[in-house]
């Protein structure tokens, strides 16, 4: 192996650095424990790390005793959950993502407008399951690809409005508005979707990176939507693509017979575990170079909640 090329942009979005920064402010300002609702982002080291801080990670507001403090994750959570936490009197930072409420905000508007809502997204995922619970149960629609959209029939279909989170691929579903488009002509919604700026970004950085490298490397869970996208994304341009926790993944094997390798991390995931992938690189090939392939920079921030100004 001679080259190890970094894509950039990569890892921590400001959506993710936010959230982790609320969580570590609320330890500074109002000391352990601190409940958090769900992983607070889609990385075990950054949950582990938190934890060892003082965090409590809890899946349902059940679990978090009267008058404590809660966090709600960067992915959102249903109207519900607010519901239940004002009746159990408990201290509430929101660490959702601003973009992540925009698409909220986007739903609450079309269903107000008498619309129904075609959801582009995977069921089952955390983003997805906050921004189904903002409405009445069925006024949204979930569809994950182009086969879904050929079962579908509304009794009015000229009232139609479509939203997708924010981690999907962005060619995916492009093709996927493209379809809802030509089924429902007078479906309304954003031509690009509700991507996040950094999904775009990180999906960018690794197009141009897999035209200069046989094998994609990407740091990120498993259970993470940016950075599974990532590697679906190499294997889509016919490189050889492995999606990672840490340095303790890799296998030697995979490197040999292998001159330029790829490496880029989801929006969860954070720099230090890249890093240890370039320790573990540089050691097992110590002949090998390290160029940041750099494609933008990207200078977005989000303020923290007003209880934590300051920190």
């Avoid at 303020?303 to 934590?308: A, I, T, V």
Wanted: glycine share 8%; aromatic share 6%.
């Amino acid at each position: 192996m001679k080259l190890l090329l970094l894509a950039r942009p990569r890892g921590f979005c400001a959506g993710v650095d936010r959230a982790i920064h609320i969580v570590e402010g609320a330890l500074k300002k109002f000391g352990s424990p601190i409940y958090v609702r769900h992983e607070i982002v889609h990385n075990q080291f950054v949950v582990d790390s938190l934890r060892n801080r003082g965090a409590i990670f809890v899946e349902t507001i059940n679990e978090v005793p009267e008058g404590a403090t809660v966090i709600f994750s960067a992915h959102g959570v249903a109207a519900a959950v607010y519901e239940d936490a004002e009746k159990r009197h408990l201290r509430v930072l929101d660490a959702t993502c601003p973009l992540v409420k925009r698409v909220h905000s986007s739903a609450c508007r079309h269903y107000a407008e008498g619309k129904h809502i075609i959801l582009i997204g995977h069921s089952m995922h955390a983003e997805v399951e906050g921004t189904v619970g903002q409405l009445p149960p069925g006024a949204i629609t979930v569809v994950r690809d182009i086969r879904d959209i050929q079962n579908l029939h509304f009794e009015n279909p000229g009232k139609l409005a479509y939203i997708t989170q924010t981690t999907l691929s962005i060619a995916e579903t492009r093709n996927i508005i493209a379809a809802l488009r030509e089924k429902f002509p007078g479906i309304k919604g954003l031509e690009k979707g509700d991507l996040c700026y950094a999904t775009g970004n990180r999906q960018a950085a690794v197009s141009e990176l897999c035209a200069r490298v046989q094998l994609l490397l990407v740091v990120g869970a498993s259970n993470s939507s940016n950075s599974s996208r990532l590697r679906e994304l190499g294997e889509e341009k016919g490189v050889e693509s492995r999606l990672i926790a840490s340095a303790a993944d890799l296998r030697k094997e995979w490197l040999e017979n292998i001159d330029t390798v790829g490496l880029s991390s989801g929006a969860s995931a954070p720099e230090v575990l890249v890093q240890g992938v370039v320790s573990w690189i540089r050691e097992a090939f110590p002949e090998v170079e390290v160029q940041e392939c750099v494609t933008l920079e990207e200078h977005t921030k989000f303020q923290l909640p007003p209880e934590l100004a300051g920190l």
